[in-house]
């Protein structure tokens, strides 16, 4: 089975590597191609006696096409390893520091463009070339003659290779693609890709239509020059007048690194010309070598690729979930993708009738992203993917844990498993109760859970609190001693105390979420006030409709556990939380985008309510402050175009703490 999937992904990454870099043309997307290569390396390191001499890990680049006069490359043009988020980041720099003790970086934008290599003989131009697969490339002198920014000649009468990227700017290509459109002509796809088919042209005259531009940033043979250091010969190169980017930063240390990439992750629409992550080096040549290199690329340097807001993946197929309430949601089963900086293999498919009205198949390519930047979910369908071997959507008709038939409630799209005994429901209710939204009992989690009901000591949400009855049975079970189980009982303990809302919340009522148990604990101040509550009661509340109020009064109308609950000892009144109101966050409406350092999502919306602020999950004119952490997305982007007020984390927390 593994052998059979490294040859599938070989199959699938020599072909689009052929109509990247050969036909400039791909049909698969970049994130697409690096997650295929991803997968193939995990599965090669694990699985070392199964990688194939022809495995394009071992491989730099792309064929040479025939319409090229080939060029052997004396030094081989590398390729960069690709890294996603800050922990791979930071195993970067720890690997690095096992040889380098105080490493300096030097970071740049990754120019999204086409390699080049540029020899010079007495400082004239004699030849710019491919990478091609890395050792061979393609001369395409007489196309790289038509671009401006590149010298004919150099100050110095030198012999000089200097390597770096073409591109062409976005408002060419623009251009380029209006013209297209009205000779209605396919459009380029990307800059890239219109770059790269504008130099691999025999004839010259449409690479100097079509404005291509170059940065220049590395020097083969740095020794040759006395250079010492990667900053230095970015420097050499400038005087040679090349056009070295602007934007590069020497960093002394990773907490740099990363500031330079947040910078770059929210300011790169910016740019005149397309980027698609960050390259970071290890700036001394001395370290570099000691460092060395892989087969494929060099230990000593890294790319840290942005994250796409949506991505395309395979669903492989669809399973069936019960929740605590019954429901039946469907899942999709999807070869692992990295969606903002975190590798996803599943994602919700709602109901049935959301699958029916995307059209989704077994064995689609589907976009996914993630819903609130927290939940994966498939937003469509590539149909211009399809082979005609994908299979129909079928709803079940029985749960998939306990067989019992479903039901579908009038005017409503989801189905439901009727059996209060089901063991999913059972567990899914017991994992949600002890969730820290509601009682938040911490060391509850999924597996706990679970071993705990299958060793029949918490069936009940009453069982937990009765678990230290069975103190020594539970510290012989394995992976637990005294310390863990001291540590659960005492937070079962702690959660007693919560507010009523708290346990409203945890109690599983359908259509009670969060929010609507505040308004129920407020309202009614003590449990027993809301068991006997009526419908008109409950219905003549603000928020609270009819159907939240049915499920309320059915709740109640046969339960015996909150009884229960009250006897072991937890607090059932309401317990209003201490507002410390602030001026700067006093109806004002707030919005969170990226990656908080200091706290999580959930916690920061906590305390923005706390001090008077109402929080939502889309910008508009009406918002009052966006707050931005580490890769944000199109949220920030709209903010400054609406011109609302922005915060950094680290203002958020200035304005939190006055």
């Given at each position: 089975?593994?052998?059979?999937?490294?040859d599938?992904?070989?199959?699938?990454i020599?072909?689009?590597?052929?109509?990247?870099?050969?036909?400039?043309?791909?049909?698969?997307?970049?994130q697409?191609?690096d997650?295929?290569?991803?997968?193939?390396?995990?599965?090669?390191?694990?699985?070392?006696?199964?990688?194939?001499?022809?495995?394009?890990?071992?491989?730099i680049?792309?064929?040479?096409?025939?319409d090229?006069?080939?060029?052997?490359h004396?030094?081989p043009?590398?390729?960069?390893?690709?890294?996603?988020?800050?922990?791979e980041?930071?195993?970067?720099?720890?690997?690095?520091?096992?040889?380098?003790?105080?490493?300096?970086y030097?970071?740049?934008?990754?120019?999204?463009?086409?390699?080049?290599?540029l020899?010079?003989?007495n400082?004239?131009l004699?030849?710019?070339?491919?990478?091609?697969?890395?050792?061979?490339?393609?001369?395409?002198?007489?196309?790289?003659r038509?671009?401006?920014?590149v010298p004919?000649?150099?100050?110095?009468?030198?012999?000089?290779e200097v390597r770096?990227?073409?591109?062409?700017p976005?408002?060419?290509?623009?251009?380029?693609?209006?013209?297209?459109?009205?000779n209605?002509?396919?459009?380029f796809?990307?800059?890239?890709?219109?770059?790269?088919g504008?130099?691999?042209?025999?004839?010259?005259?449409i690479?100097?239509?079509?404005n291509?531009?170059t940065?220049?940033?590395?020097?083969?043979?740095?020794?040759s020059?006395n250079?010492?250091?990667?900053?230095?010969s970015?420097?050499?190169?400038?005087?040679?007048?090349?056009?070295?980017?602007?934007?590069?930063k020497?960093c002394i240390?990773?907490?740099?690194?990363?500031e330079?990439?947040?910078?770059?992750?929210?300011?790169?629409?910016?740019?005149?010309?397309?980027?698609d992550?960050?390259?970071?080096?290890v700036?001394?040549y001395?370290?570099?070598?000691?460092?060395?290199y892989?087969?494929?690329?060099?230990?000593w340097?890294?790319?840290?690729?942005f994250?796409?807001?949506?991505?395309?993946?395979k669903?492989?197929?669809?399973e069936?979930?019960?929740?605590?309430?019954?429901?039946?949601t469907?899942?999709?089963i999807?070869?692992?993708?990295?969606v903002?900086?975190?590798?996803?293999?599943?994602?919700?498919l709602?109901?049935?009738?959301?699958?029916?009205?995307?059209?989704?198949?077994?064995?689609?390519?589907?976009?996914?992203?993630?819903?609130?930047?927290?939940i994966?979910e498939?937003v469509?369908?590539i149909?211009?993917?399809?082979?005609?071997?994908?299979?129909?959507?079928h709803?079940?008709d029985?749960?998939?844990?306990?067989?019992?038939?479903?039901?579908?409630?009038?005017?409503?799209?989801?189905?439901?498993?009727?059996?209060?005994?089901?063991?999913?429901?059972?567990?899914?209710?017991?994992?949600?109760?002890?969730s820290?939204?509601?009682?938040?009992?911490?060391?509850f989690?999924e597996?706990?859970?679970?071993?705990f009901?299958?060793?029949?000591?918490l069936k009940?949400?009453?069982d937990?609190?009765?678990?230290?009855?069975?103190?020594?049975?539970l510290?012989?079970k394995?992976?637990?001693?005294?310390k863990s189980?001291?540590?659960?009982?005492?937070a079962?303990?702690?959660s007693?105390?919560?507010?009523l809302?708290?346990?409203?919340?945890?109690?599983?009522?359908?259509?009670?979420?969060?929010?609507?148990?505040?308004?129920?604990?407020?309202e009614?101040?003590?449990?027993?006030?809301?068991?006997?509550?009526?419908?008109?009661?409950?219905s003549?509340?603000?928020?609270?409709?009819?159907?939240?109020a049915?499920s309320?009064?059915?709740?109640?109308?046969?339960e015996?556990?909150?009884?229960?609950?009250?006897e072991?000892?937890?607090?059932m009144?309401?317990?209003?939380?201490?507002?410390?109101?602030?001026?700067?966050f006093?109806?004002?409406t707030f919005?969170?985008t990226g990656?908080?350092?200091?706290?999580?999502?959930?916690?920061a919306?906590?305390?923005?309510?706390s001090l008077?602020?109402?929080?939502?999950?889309?910008?508009?004119?009406?918002?009052?402050?966006?707050?931005?952490?580490?890769?944000?997305?199109?949220k920030?982007?709209k903010?400054l175009?609406?011109?609302i007020?922005?915060?950094?984390?680290?203002?958020?927390?200035?304005h939190?703490r006055?």
């Amino acid at each position: 089975m593994i052998e059979k999937r490294i040859d599938e992904l070989i199959k699938i990454i020599n072909k689009a590597s052929f109509e990247y870099y050969t036909n400039d043309n791909p049909s698969i997307t970049d994130q697409e191609y690096d997650d295929y290569m991803d997968e193939l390396i995990r599965l090669e390191t694990n699985y070392p006696h199964l990688v194939r001499d022809d495995s394009p890990t071992l491989k730099i680049g792309g064929q040479v096409i025939d319409d090229f006069k080939k060029v052997n490359h004396q030094i081989p043009m590398m390729s960069l390893g690709d890294i996603f988020n800050y922990d791979e980041l930071d195993d970067f720099d720890n690997k690095i520091r096992k040889v380098v003790a105080r490493p300096t970086y030097v970071c740049e934008l990754k120019i999204d463009g086409l390699s080049v290599s540029l020899l010079y003989e007495n400082g004239k131009l004699i030849r710019g070339a491919t990478r091609g697969d890395g050792t061979v490339g393609e001369d395409i002198t007489h196309n790289v003659r038509t671009i401006k920014n590149v010298p004919k000649s150099l100050p110095q009468d030198i012999d000089i290779e200097v390597r770096g990227e073409i591109y062409m700017p976005k408002s060419s290509f623009e251009k380029l693609n209006e013209e297209r459109r009205k000779n209605k002509e396919k459009e380029f796809a990307n800059p890239r890709n219109a770059a790269a088919g504008s130099v691999r042209r025999l004839d010259s005259k449409i690479a100097r239509e079509r404005n291509l531009s170059t940065f220049i940033y590395h020097l083969p043979n740095p020794d040759s020059f006395n250079l010492n250091s990667h900053y230095e010969s970015l420097e050499f190169m400038k005087k040679l007048n090349f056009n070295v980017n602007k934007e590069i930063k020497k960093c002394i240390s990773l907490q740099e690194v990363k500031e330079y990439i947040d910078y770059w992750t929210i300011h790169r629409s910016d740019l005149a010309y397309e980027i698609d992550g960050i390259v970071i080096k290890v700036d001394n040549y001395r370290d570099q070598r000691k460092l060395g290199y892989t087969a494929r690329v060099p230990k000593w340097a890294i790319a840290y690729k942005f994250p796409a807001e949506q991505v395309l993946t395979k669903l492989r197929d669809i399973e069936f979930c019960v929740g605590r309430t019954g429901k039946i949601t469907p899942r999709a089963i999807l070869s692992p993708v990295r969606v903002a900086g975190s590798v996803v293999s599943y994602a919700t498919l709602h109901n049935e009738d959301y699958i029916k009205s995307k059209d989704i198949k077994i064995g689609d390519t589907v976009s996914i992203r993630k819903a609130g930047d927290i939940i994966p979910e498939v937003v469509e369908v590539i149909k211009e993917r399809r082979t005609k071997d994908e299979q129909d959507f079928h709803m079940i008709d029985a749960c998939p844990i306990c067989g019992t038939k479903l039901v579908k409630k009038l005017n409503e799209a989801a189905y439901f498993c009727p059996n209060e005994k089901c063991d999913a429901r059972n567990i899914e209710g017991l994992i949600h109760f002890a969730s820290r939204d509601a009682m938040n009992i911490e060391g509850f989690g999924e597996s706990v859970v679970d071993d705990f009901y299958n060793s029949n000591y918490l069936k009940t949400i009453p069982d937990f609190y009765t678990l230290k009855n069975y103190k020594e049975e539970l510290m012989n079970k394995e992976g637990f001693g005294l310390k863990s189980i001291n540590k659960l009982l005492e937070a079962i303990e702690n959660s007693k105390k919560n507010s009523l809302d708290k346990l409203i919340f945890g109690l599983g009522i359908r259509h009670v979420g969060n929010k609507t148990a505040t308004i129920l604990a407020n309202e009614f101040q003590t449990l027993d006030n809301l068991k006997h509550a009526s419908f008109e009661d409950l219905s003549s509340i603000t928020d609270i409709g009819d159907k939240i109020a049915k499920s309320i009064i059915e709740y109640f109308k046969n339960e015996k556990i909150t009884d229960k609950l009250k006897e072991l000892g937890l607090n059932m009144k309401y317990v209003k939380p201490i507002q410390n109101i602030s001026s700067d966050f006093q109806d004002k409406t707030f919005v969170l985008t990226g990656t908080l350092q200091t706290m999580g999502r959930k916690e920061a919306q906590d305390l923005i309510t706390s001090l008077g602020g109402k929080n939502t999950n889309s910008v508009s004119k009406n918002t009052g402050v966006v707050i931005v952490g580490e890769q944000p997305g199109s949220k920030y982007e709209k903010a400054l175009k609406l011109g609302i007020t922005i915060w950094t984390e680290e203002e958020f927390l200035k304005h939190a703490r006055r």
